[in-house]
């Protein structure tokens, strides 16, 4: 039987802030028949560049191919695909929780408490808890407060998450870019 | 202060500064006012009225490859821009700088579902290496540069601008844009010593090297690096058929074509040698066959200009990234002169077996209807092995690739990756705009010409001097082909009815004559090549003749058939 190699890869990827990228890049991964999970798009630390974190699941060969076809576009200045264990990763969640099913139970309360969550609205009708901490205990969290039959609704960002490297490989580039820039005219 | 003028006149004078010389086009409503400004600059940019917009982007592809400069199609928005969809995803995938202009809809009523609004760059953003949408007049000068510089540079490709009406009425100054940089785009690469002077050892401790040569060569413009690389370390080499003329078909280094139509010796030493040297090709699954047994036994260095490309079908085991007419010099500089004569001679057996088998039964058959293989041959050498092969796509292709001969550079015009039938007519008028000089030989068939046969109009209107040699077996050949091998001789929905091209060429005043007979063969050959202008040449083929050898799809590259 063939090895499953799939794991869970986070890519990191820097462009510059133009329309119509991110279905450039989306179409990249569904091409290739592999799932996103998830999806943060935001300004980042570098003026004028975009970041996007996907996560998706897929075996190695397959995040090199992946980065590479999203590289290869003309506006995107740099992708990185990354394991768990290379990254500092956190989502948040939100709980809408039922009142009176937290007033009957009170180890929901406890259980949130025990999460570190915080509880950022209470009302007779329902309660809303936040959490922002590694995915598998949101999941974990929710799994349980599930079994309590307490919630109304839950929600999830997707992941973000910056390098443990001590290299800033975007700010490198970029600088070898300059040099580049300066040497062509 | 410079006088205004409209975004339609900035696009004519931002296309000339480009060095535009000839438009192939269609218009239409949302592109009228670029049409209205297009009239005054007549004299400067040719034109060409197409008879269908998929005509016109195979006609700039064409163009292009034989120029080397980059084509240029101008459609309306909606049906004008979807129809040039199997252009733009032919010339993506076929490395052929192309620019687009597709008129739009005027920005206030852009996504409205407007009469002709169709969201162009959507639809084109994954089949092209750029797309965007000029929505402002002040706009043009930068995109048309921006568009041009990304179409050529690194690994060429179609851009498409979708240009708003709003955007040709507007008023703008206009100064023509230079863009010889973009951050995120890096299509000159510097050169990495370490990895030439690696490639360099590996060859220089090569006992049986072989080197796969691709389009990449040419687009590089590095046929001459290719050739002195080549003949300084004795390397012999195999093409694909987008490779084809980048080195003489009698070239002694030059051990035929790769893949699954291609010749027996190249396949089956890409499963002999010790190392294989791929430059400017992209591991096709029609050259590699099964990758679970391609090359297993060989070191594989990969020469591309497109980083992506590496590792992408094929780990190799050393990438050299760069534009081969730097890469290649640089690697040929440390390459000792050296002489691999037993291992070329390996290749002779092969070539000996397949002529033995196949070509001289396809070039010399003294009785029975035409063979494909004939006519093209004889067509190439009364045109000197000097002229540009265009092909269709299916066994007229295949053909044309195998007995074409070549002597000069860019003399392939072919939809290698695609396989786009319907790409030939109108990719031969485009090659005869990009040289005007040299004889335009398509070959396509019956089924292939009717799917953009209206071009004969163009060609009628511009005089184009296409030698259209049609080769009709009452066929779609190639499916027939794979009907009779893969499912059992059930030939289901292949055999043709068939109009009289004769009288059709006539039609359009395209002088035409049909041959049925081989002893008529050479005098109507040199009658075509001898009539000035277009020409059609019917030749009656065998109905169910075959493309050999071929390795069946997903088989082993050096297990090819050479007879059914």
């Known amino acids: 039987m063939e090895q499953d190699t799939t794991k869970l890869y986070t890519f990191l990827i820097y462009s510059e802030n133009v329309p119509g990228l991110l279905s450039q890049i989306t179409a990249v991964f569904t091409r290739r028949q592999v799932n996103i999970e998830s999806l943060n798009v935001c300004a980042s630390s570098t003026p004028g560049a975009h970041k996007y974190t996907v996560t998706a699941y897929c075996d190695e060969r397959m995040a090199r191919i992946l980065t590479s076809q999203v590289e290869k576009r003309i506006d995107v200045l740099q992708a990185h695909f990354y394991t768990d264990e290379e990254l500092f990763i956190n989502e948040t969640a939100l709980f809408k929780l039922s009142t009176p099913a937290m007033m009957k139970n009170r180890e929901v309360s406890s259980l949130v408490r025990s999460y570190d969550a915080r509880i950022i609205e209470v009302n007779s009708t329902y309660s809303v808890v936040e959490i922002t901490c590694f995915p598998d205990v949101i999941i974990s969290l929710f799994d349980q407060l599930k079994k309590m039959d307490c919630v109304l609704q839950f929600v999830r960002s997707g992941r973000i998450c910056i390098t443990k490297s001590r290299v800033e490989h975007l700010d490198e580039w970029l600088a070898v870019r300059e040099a580049k820039r300066k040497a062509t005219k | 202060m410079s006088e205004k003028i409209t975004g339609a006149e900035a696009l004519m004078r931002a296309l000339e500064h480009e060095g535009v010389d000839v438009l192939f086009g269609y218009p239409g409503g949302s592109i009228m006012p670029t049409y209205d400004a297009l009239y005054d600059h007549k004299k400067t940019l040719n034109h060409i009225l197409v008879r269908h917009e998929q005509g016109a982007v195979h006609a700039a592809q064409g163009y292009a490859r034989v120029s080397g400069k980059v084509g240029c199609a101008i459609v309306t928005s909606g049906p004008g821009a979807t129809n040039t969809v199997t252009g733009i995803a032919d010339a993506m995938i076929d490395s052929t700088p192309m620019v687009v202009i597709c008129g739009q809809v005027g920005v206030a009523m852009l996504g409205t579902d407007a009469f002709q609004e169709v969201d162009v760059v959507g639809v084109t953003s994954p089949i092209s290496k750029w797309s965007y949408q000029i929505r402002r007049a002040e706009d043009v000068a930068w995109a048309v540069a921006r568009a041009f510089y990304i179409a050529k540079s690194g690994r060429p490709g179609p851009v498409v601008l979708d240009f708003a009406k709003n955007a040709q009425t507007g008023m703008v100054e206009f100064e023509p844009a230079e863009v010889d940089f973009i951050r995120s785009y890096d299509p000159d690469p510097d050169l990495n010593m370490t990895d030439i002077e690696r490639a360099a050892k590996m060859i220089n401790n090569s006992v049986k090297p072989f080197v796969l040569v691709g389009q990449g060569v040419e687009l590089g413009n590095a046929t001459e690096e290719l050739r002195t690389f080549l003949e300084k370390a004795d390397l012999p080499c195999g093409t694909t058929f987008m490779g084809l003329s980048t080195i003489p078909s009698d070239h002694r280094l030059n051990m035929g074509i790769l893949g699954m139509h291609g010749n027996l010796g190249p396949n089956v030493m890409t499963n002999q040698c010790d190392l294989l040297i791929a430059v400017g090709m992209r591991f096709d699954d029609r050259v590699t066959g099964n990758l679970a047994t391609y090359a297993k036994q060989a070191k594989i260095i990969h020469f591309d200009i497109d980083h992506a490309e590496f590792n992408k079908n094929v780990p190799v085991d050393l990438k050299v990234w760069g534009n081969c007419k730097e890469t290649l010099a640089a690697v040929t500089k440390l390459l000792d002169t050296s002489k691999h004569t037993s291992w070329i001679e390996g290749f002779k057996p092969y070539a000996e077996k397949e002529y033995e088998k196949v070509i001289d039964k396809a070039l010399h058959p003294t009785e029975g209807p035409l063979l494909m293989g004939e006519v093209i041959r004889k067509v190439s050498e009364a045109a000197h092995n000097e002229g540009i092969m265009v092909t269709d796509v299916g066994q007229n292709q295949l053909m044309a690739c195998r007995y074409f001969k ?134 009656a083929i065998k109905e169910e003749d075959n493309v050999l050898p071929m390795t069946p799809p997903g088989a082993n590259i050096d297990e090819m058939l050479l007879e059914l």
């Open chain 2, 406 to 539: 070549f002597t000069q550079k860019r003399s392939v015009v072919t939809s290698g990756g695609l396989g786009t039938m319907g790409f030939g007519l109108p990719a031969a008028i485009g090659a005869t705009f990009g040289a005007p000089d040299r004889t335009v030989c398509l070959f396509v068939g019956d089924g292939g010409l009717q799917m953009t046969i209206q071009e004969l109009g163009t060609i009628m209107e511009q005089g184009a001097p296409v030698k259209i040699i049609l080769l009709n077996n009452n066929f779609l050949g190639n499916v027939r082909q794979w009907q009779e091998m893969f499912f059992a001789h059930r030939y289901s929905f292949t055999p043709m009815v068939n109009p009289n091209y004769e009288l059709i060429a006539k039609g359009y005043g395209i002088p035409a004559k049909t041959v049925i007979e081989r002893k008529d063969l050479d005098a109507a050959i040199a009658e075509m090549l001898a009539t000035p202008g277009p020409y059609l040449l019917q030749c």
